[in-house]
């Protein structure tokens, strides 16, 4: 019998307790010299800031141009948010647990097979997969449906890359993604709450926007365990959950495919998934959202906007009742 278990939300770690206070302290005083003046400019404070973090981790670097393009407009948050407060089931349930338990994860030797509705099925490695195209980072707003957001430097290439290497089909009308299940790096999956391996799908059209980015890592180093490393699909309009973690497999296909949380509980979370404060989740609001990092519990949430203010993917479902279609 499948187990529904509803995510905690409430429970946020304190820097004290992942960063050591030599770094964290040391840091604070770092950015109070540039905030007083000493390295001019907020661009300058936020690549200081960004390059601090990463050495303080002993992150790999992964060197991006950043694409003017694609850039929010909002204050990035903290890099100690973003590898700390997690969605990432098969690490556990807990925002807390992927940072904890993702340590396993063997990210290489790594590949990723496409199948199905193409013309040039292939299994490429990382190496490969990532010089389809140059890699560039672009700043999104990523929306969870139980409320929270945030807003990240991701560093991958639009995903319609590499839809046009491997040619699919008249017959390809979805893509699906599929991720790692594999027991012996992955402690969550012990946990019935989804059936594994999760799996994620989009309409063709939706998989070549240009916003849709196949993405290697964030904040200026490769993407932490945590965080869906080695390689994710990062949908800034939809809501976080669409984003496929650690894809092993890409299927073109005929008809729309069953995705990990739309088999969970259909009426809770749909097909489509688009961020829409109109169309509340069965037991929560979607009207507002609070961002992590930047907004206090205490703090007035900020009103959530219509496709994560990503309106240039409305044509994509222009005609369509997104009540039905949510």
Not at 25 to 32: D, P, Q
Request: proline fraction near 7%; include cysteine.
């Amino acid at each position: 019998m499948l187990i529904k278990r509803q995510p905690n939300v409430s429970d946020h770690p304190l820097v004290s307790e992942i960063t050591p206070r030599e770094i964290f302290e040391s840091r604070r005083t770092f950015v109070k010299q540039l905030a007083l003046g000493s390295i001019a400019g907020a661009g300058l404070l936020e690549m200081a800031s960004r390059e601090a973090f990463a050495q303080s981790a002993g992150a790999q670097k992964l060197a991006a141009a950043r694409n003017a393009a694609y850039v929010a407009a909002d204050k990035v948050t903290p890099y100690k948010d973003i590898t700390t407060y997690n969605n990432y089931y098969e690490f556990g349930t807990d925002k807390a647990d992927p940072a904890k338990t993702a340590g396993t994860l063997k990210t290489r030797p790594w590949s990723v097979a496409i199948e199905g509705e193409v013309k040039k099925p292939m299994t490429l490695d990382l190496d490969t997969l990532m010089k389809i195209a140059p890699l560039e980072e672009r700043i999104y707003r990523l929306r969870c449906v139980e409320g929270w957001s945030m807003v990240i430097p991701w560093i991958g290439y639009s995903f319609s890359e590499l839809i046009k290497k491997v040619e699919p089909t008249a017959n390809a009308k979805y893509v699906q993604f599929v991720t790692l299940a594999d027991s012996r790096q992955m402690p969550g999956l012990s946990d019935p709450v989804l059936q594994w391996p999760y799996t994620e799908g989009l309409r063709m059209d939706e998989a070549n926007h240009p916003l849709a980015l196949l993405t290697f890592g964030l904040y200026g180093e490769v993407l932490p365990n945590q965080n869906g490393a080695p390689v994710r699909i990062v949908l800034p309009w939809k809501y976080g959950f669409k984003s496929a973690k650690s894809i092993v497999k890409i299927r073109f296909l005929k008809e729309q495919p069953k995705t990990a949380w739309n088999s969970y509980a259909a009426n809770e979370y749909g097909f489509y998934s688009n961020v829409n404060p109109a169309v509340d989740h069965p037991r929560w609001s979607q009207a507002s959202e609070r961002r992590i990092g930047e907004d206090g519990f205490f703090t007035k949430k900020r009103p959530t906007l219509l496709f994560n203010g990503y309106n240039e993917v409305a044509p994509l479902y222009a005609g369509m009742d997104l009540k039905k279609y949510f």
